[in-house]
């Protein structure tokens, strides 16, 4: 950041220093040496750079797939294959319901099928012995029609037996309810005896790498997108953990203003579990730079944020609209326009709208040689 220096005293100080004449009086050189020397007012130019933001959001860590299991066909709860805390593979076998009217359904469309088989065998048969004797004129058409239809009638109804025989086949097999996925029991909610309708009876959280869900606030400087990096505070952990924005929720969520950004969790020890809080700190920027000011230089005045730009040797108010806040330095979206000075420090606070400046020209080159060699040394 450029900086210069601004001479700023009293009217009459300024008028003495413009003075028309290149000999003073001695009276006059003695009034000069009585009175104080300008303050020197700190200026800065807006230049543009790019800041980087630190946005803080609090979240949950979880599982990527939780699931609460329910028993895929009505009856009561015979057996309960896991407990709370179990590891599962996939297609392991959960909880099973009482078999036993399943299997008597199943016998009963089995027995159906059988017999409509055998009726639709005898319909055929009917039909093709009425064809051929009216092929030899020894039938009647009407008959062979009669039997035909019956016929077709006894296979439709066999093709709905062998579909009622696989159902109940189906919900036999139901009765026993596997694991989706490789995961843990994390809670059960019945035990054996009750009857199952459609509340869950154990909670499957899928194993493997877990996610960070956090709430981003909706009033931040800069969205958050995927890729950003991300800081992960969890109680107990000496470190945080480096992860980075996987996936970003683009509804913002109006009871709260936040909107949710998840993140991977890799923590090999096994110490962060679901349901753990985390703090996360996610440093975002823009793509491309903006103009930056001193901190010192914003001013808050009557609830409107200010900047004293300098115009024509004067300090103007001028309404601006910050961005970023990175250390010292702030990201100003509106009211400036690259190179335009500005007060900053301490003066920024007192200096009224209006008051005139004088920009010391000797200051000004100074500041200018010493931004381009920050080595050189402070500006006086």
Not at 107 to 114: N, S
Not at 232 to 256: K, Q, Y
Not at 278 to 294: N, S
Request: hydrophobic share 45%.
């Amino acid at each position: 950041m450029i900086r210069l220096a601004a001479l700023f005293g009293l009217a009459a100080a300024s008028l003495a220093c413009s003075g028309g004449g290149s000999e003073a009086a001695p009276a006059d050189v003695s009034a000069q040496a009585a009175r104080p020397a300008a303050e020197q007012i700190p200026l800065a130019r807006v230049e543009p750079r790019a800041l980087r933001a630190v946005i803080s959001a609090p979240g949950t860590v979880e599982a990527r797939r939780i699931t609460e299991i329910a028993a895929e066909v009505p009856g009561r709860i015979e057996s309960i294959a896991v407990r709370v805390g179990d590891e599962v593979a996939e297609g392991a076998p959960l909880f099973q319901i009482d078999p036993g009217p399943y299997q008597m359904a199943l016998a009963e469309a089995k027995a159906g099928l059988v017999l409509a088989q055998a009726e639709s065998k005898n319909a055929a048969a009917e039909a093709e012995r009425m064809r051929l004797l009216l092929q030899q004129n020894a039938a009647s058409q009407q008959r062979y029609e009669q039997l035909h239809t019956q016929a077709e009638v006894a296979r439709a109804r066999v093709a709905q037996m062998e579909a009622r025989a696989a159902r109940a086949e189906h919900d036999l097999e139901r009765t026993w309810v596997l694991a989706p996925y490789a995961g843990s029991v994390v809670e059960r909610r019945a035990h054996e005896g009750a009857l199952a309708g459609t509340n869950p009876i154990l909670v499957l959280q899928e194993s493997g790498p877990l996610e960070a869900i956090l709430d981003v606030p909706e009033a931040t400087p800069v969205p958050v997108r995927a890729g950003a990096t991300v800081r992960l505070f969890v109680e107990g952990l000496p470190a945080p953990i480096e992860t980075a924005v996987a996936r970003v929720n683009e509804r913002v969520d109006p009871g709260t203003r936040t909107y949710e950004v998840r993140c991977p969790v890799e923590e090999p020890s096994g110490a962060v579990k679901a349901g753990s809080y985390v703090r996360a700190e996610i440093d975002v920027g823009r793509d491309e730079p903006g103009l930056v000011v001193p901190r010192s230089a914003i001013v808050t005045r009557d609830g409107r944020t200010l900047v004293l730009r300098v115009e024509d040797g004067a300090a103007r108010a001028r309404l601006v609209r910050v961005g970023i806040l990175e250390g010292e330095s702030a990201e100003i979206l509106t009211g400036l326009a690259a190179g335009d000075l500005v007060v900053q420090g301490e003066a920024a606070q007192r200096v009224a709208d209006g008051t005139r400046l004088r920009v010391d020209g000797a200051a000004a080159a100074i500041a200018d040689a010493r931004s381009e060699n920050p080595a050189s040394g402070a500006t006086p």
